[in-house]
């Protein structure tokens, strides 16, 4: 098997929680040549702990006395900058969800990767989860849905709550604001136009933990809604949407972070003749399968047998990783010449289309 030698952009969080054991863990299909973060400190202390031979405090210098890279994993806060320079020295991409704040930077990367024949990969994780897929194909099986509901509370800091009871995360030692203002916030604001700043800080929050809500969903339902209708509080902690589509199919979106220590994170759909529940786990969780939850009616055992029965079935997605089995299919990919991502960068663009609707739909006054 031939090994993809990546460099990772971004030495944070994420980085050491999953990518970098899961990248070590596949060390038969990487090597992981080099890392990068704007705090050099921070990237020489992590090369150190996970015994990656390089570090660096810019990307362009790690592209440039690294050229053997195939790959670059961009992990870092504001992901357009390295994703483009990464690209344009001729490499694949994966990159941390989201792929662009805006649909501007979005298409700029699209037709940067166009233009050079590399790939990006997007992070969505969740579409990896054996549960999920399981939860997708059953969603596929329904003849006529009626209904749908995303369902998302993920606790305080938006879910991060849990991080420190599972990973020792080594931190810059840069103080606070030494890394520069967030461009992102601007740039999102430019492409609105006018919006609550309730409403900026709910689509901020969307690519948190909503966004593979919003990709998961769409997976299963991928066509525009005809219509939105939608509502955010005052802080933009809480946003819910009605989607309305032209069949008459309608989803509601629920989307919350409350002080409660709890996870929960469901798409549920209504059918004709079946109901499907996707309950999928904490992704911060090592190998927590998540399940799928199916009711239908059977048809009557004969003749003068009555009703069939109700039934209930539940499936156990497997206790693979869907991080770590994310990295084997960025393997695959970039190891095939004619291999798309299954979440690639015109899925994440259709992504981001949504979420802008969503949070538009959140500014309307009646």
């Known amino acids: 098997m031939v090994r993809v030698r990546v460099g990772v952009v971004g030495c944070g969080m994420i980085a050491q929680l999953v990518h970098l054991p899961y990248l070590a863990a596949l060390r038969d299909r990487f090597d992981i040549v080099a890392l990068c973060d704007r705090s050099y400190d921070l990237a020489r202390s992590v090369a150190e702990r996970f015994h990656v031979p390089n570090a660096y405090a810019a990307v362009e210098d790690m592209l440039a006395k690294t050229p053997e890279l195939d790959a670059v994993l961009v992990l870092t806060t504001d992901h357009r900058e390295p994703v483009l320079t990464a690209l344009e020295h001729g490499k694949h991409v994966f990159t941390e969800k989201p792929l662009g704040h805006t649909v ?43 209904m749908a509901r995303i369902h998302i509370v993920v606790g305080p800091e938006y879910g991060n709550w849990i991080i420190p009871e599972l990973s020792r995360i080594t931190r810059s030692g840069e103080p606070d604001g030494a890394a520069g203002p967030d461009e992102r916030r601007g740039r999102v604001a430019r492409e609105f136009g006018a919006a609550s700043p309730e409403a900026l800080e709910a689509y901020m929050d969307m690519f ?20 939105i209708k939608a509502h955010c509080s005052p802080d933009g902690t809480t946003l819910t949407a009605s989607l309305l589509y032209s069949d008459g199919f ?82 695959e990919c970039v190891g095939a010449p004619g291999a798309q991502p299954l979440t690639n960068a015109h899925e994440a663009l259709l992504d981001t289309r949504l979420m802008i609707d969503i949070v538009r739909a959140a500014t309307e006054r009646p």
């Open 250 to 331: 309608q989803c509601v979106f629920q989307g919350s972070s409350t002080s409660v220590r709890r996870f929960e994170e469901s798409l549920t759909v209504w059918g004709e003749h079946r109901t499907v529940m996707l309950d999928i786990s904490n992704p911060f969780l090592p190998n927590a399968p998540s399940t799928v939850r199916i009711w239908r009616d059977e048809a009557p055992a004969g003749p003068g047998a009555g009703r069939g029965a109700a039934v209930e079935e539940t499936v156990t997605g497997s206790y693979e990783e869907a991080f770590k089995a994310q990295l084997a299919h960025f393997h």
């Open 208 to 227: 948190g933990v909503w966004s593979h809500d919003v990709n998961v969903y769409r997976a299963a339902f991928p066509a525009p809604p005809a219509s």
């Open 104 to 146: 501007a930077e979005t298409e700029e990367v699209i037709a940067a990767a166009d233009r050079t024949g590399s790939k990006v990969m997007v992070g969505y994780m969740k579409r990896y989860d054996s549960g999920v897929r399981r939860g997708l194909e059953e969603i596929a099986r329904i003849t006529r849905p009626v």
